[in-house]
């Protein structure tokens, strides 16, 4: 799935700073880190090790507001944990140095979202008589991936006895 995010510019006081008329555009780099695991991130000034950056975004904001991200990130593949955006100014963009640095901070739980993956279990009929039916019943939950999921089943004959064998020669 992707995930996206938002940044809200305030002023804490007076009016937004204009050149000839024209507003002057702040620009925001964000940039969204990954980390594993079932435990929300801590806030933090600091990005922790076991966070990995997969993704950047940038916000041009020509004064308060609400502005989208201007791209979002797909979460990590077959992996829990959570991801977290930190927004920066940008003190490059051609209007940088009429800003002061400003970082907002790791972990925001605002600016963290969590990633599940799904789950299955199978419980499959134990034994059964010749002629009479054989199943399994799965069971699929949590958060299920982007697209068409798909689950297959194949059934394989075991003979008492003997070690279990689930290759092509016993596949029915």
Partial sequence: ????????????SGTWLTENGDPVPAVFNGTAYFVPGDTPPAISASIPADATAIGTATVTAPGPGVYPASTSVTAPAATGGYISWVWTVDPTSPYGSYFLPWSDLFGIPAETTRVDVPFLSSLAVPETALGNPAYDTATVGGTMPAGAPYLGFEAYLQVDGEPALCDGSTLV
Avoid: I, R
């Avoid at 799935?1 to 305030?10: E, P």
């Fill in 1 to 12: 799935g992707t995930v996206s995010d938002q940044l809200t510019v305030v002023l804490k």
